[in-house]
């Protein structure tokens, strides 16, 4: 008798953390490793959050919560909806669940039969597909072109959907290219979904207050009201607030789809951590002003990483609009051989000689659904990175 149900066969353990946890476990032993690995901000949750979360703990806020969130947070996470994009929902339509992840999984699980079909454009974050299969619906995983700025075309979308398209899920800024789309381009998304009313959206905005240049990231919502009866805004603290321990993430839909989400959230995990909503409430209602600050630093990482990256052999990096990873090309490197001995036919094995013979930790493209490339993330120092950076223009140097 098998130890696990079929179900479990249809996924595998997410790249990314796996790679972080050998990043450490080198680490550990003592090699000198900086890791670009992991999607998580390096700053420090601020300290306005950080005292609600205390204040909370002494006022006795330690107890179950409601399954969907605190009243208190539900209403400021639709006021920040409000502030942020113009959205107008009231708080029975919001939910809280724990971490951005567990909204995904919940709508999901709640909404896909057998066979339903969920369009992913690629590269994509690597939870979506295997999300979808657990569900057990079907990814439909539709390439976009660098030529393209790594974003779902109009013509590609609607050459996707068939009669058992139950999703699109959209993801701007977009992890792992940091591609994010203006107004305009998702008006063409947005026009061929009007005429598919039967296709759901999710859109996932985790990335949205990380762009750069001046540039906005709107959402599907603001760009085209009429599709708010089957879209599902997601998004969180966990990126913009550098709050990724603290699990929380939210979303706003329909009142009868959170409904759905609120029940199957009840039979499995139930309400996220009591502090952890205090804290968020903080997040959403207190000073907005730390996240500035933030950004100019990411972009100015930014602009160093891309400069460094497209000064090594073999690579070609272009310029993401937001989040905090950059994914350039490897082609250029691929058939040669490491100094260490490796021959770089995949991106996964240009990872793999990456940090075993420099010390470098980064992410292969194929994780993402997205081969020749690799994902790094400029969420760290820029000493490490600018280490990093002459590591990697090293290795490509040597290959041969």
């Given at each position: 008798m098998d130890l696990t149900a079929a179900r479990l066969d249809r996924i595998s353990p997410s790249q990314t953390i796996a790679i972080s946890t050998k990043a450490r476990a080198l680490k550990a032993a003592g090699k000198d490793i900086i890791s670009l690995s992991a999607g998580e901000p390096d700053f420090d949750t601020p300290d306005t959050i950080k005292k609600a979360a205390m204040q909370a703990i002494a006022a006795g806020e330690t107890k179950y919560t409601d399954v969907a969130g605190t009243p208190a947070l539900r209403r400021a996470i639709a006021e920040r909806f409000r502030t942020?994009?113009?959205?107008?929902?009231?708080?029975?339509?919001?939910?809280?669940?724990?971490?951005?992840?567990?909204?995904?999984?919940?709508?999901?699980?709640?909404?896909?039969?057998?066979?339903?079909?969920?369009?992913?454009p690629a590269p994509c974050w690597v939870s979506y597909p295997d999300i979808?299969?657990?569900?057990?619906?079907?990814?439909?995983?539709?390439?976009?072109?660098?030529?393209?700025?790594?974003?779902?075309?109009?013509a590609e979308l609607e050459a996707a959907i068939t009669p058992r398209t139950r999703w699109l899920l959209l993801n701007s800024p977009n992890n792992p290219t940091g591609a994010a789309y203006s107004a305009e381009e998702m008006r063409g998304l947005c026009d061929v979904l009007l005429r598919h009313p039967n296709v759901w959206i999710l859109t996932d905005d985790i990335y949205n207050?990380?762009?750069?240049?001046?540039?906005?990231a709107p959402t599907v919502v603001e760009v085209e009201p009429r599709l708010r009866d089957r879209t599902i805004?997601?998004?969180?603290?966990?990126?913009?607030?550098?709050?990724?321990?603290?699990?929380?993430?939210?979303?706003a839909a329909p009142v009868?789809?959170?409904?759905?989400?609120?029940?199957?959230?009840?039979?499995?995990?139930?309400?996220?951590?009591?502090?952890?909503?205090?804290a968020a409430v903080e997040a959403l209602t207190?000073?907005?002003?730390?996240?500035?600050?933030?950004v100019s630093t990411y972009q100015a990482r930014r602009d160093l990483v891309v400069?460094?990256?497209?000064?090594?052999?073999?690579?070609?990096?272009?310029?993401?609009?937001?989040a905090f990873y950059v994914f350039p090309s490897l082609v250029g490197c691929l058939g040669k051989t490491s100094a260490g001995g490796t021959l770089i036919d995949t991106d996964e094995a240009f990872?793999?000689?990456?940090?075993d013979e420099e010390g470098v930790a980064a992410v292969h493209g194929s994780a993402f659904m997205f081969a020749g490339h690799f994902r790094i993330s400029y969420a760290t120092d820029t000493d490490s990175l600018r280490e990093a950076c002459l590591r990697i223009q090293r290795f490509c140097a040597g290959l041969r």
């Open positions: 942020d994009s113009g959205l107008d929902y009231t708080w029975d339509e919001v939910i809280v669940s724990n971490g951005g992840k567990q909204i995904i999984y919940n709508a999901m699980v709640a909404t896909i039969n057998p066979g339903d079909e969920a369009i992913i979808v299969s657990l569900a057990e619906g079907t990814p439909v995983i539709v390439p976009c072109s660098v030529e393209n700025g790594f974003k779902l075309q109009p207050k990380l762009v750069y240049d001046g540039f906005r805004t997601m998004n969180g603290v966990s990126k913009a607030y550098a709050m990724t321990g603290w699990r929380i993430g939210y979303s009868q789809m959170t409904r759905a989400m609120n029940k199957l959230q009840s039979q499995s995990t139930s309400g996220p951590c009591s502090i952890s909503q205090a207190g000073p907005q002003d730390f996240i500035g600050i933030m400069s460094m990256l497209n000064e090594a052999t073999g690579l070609h990096c272009p310029v993401p609009e937001g990872v793999t000689a990456l940090l």
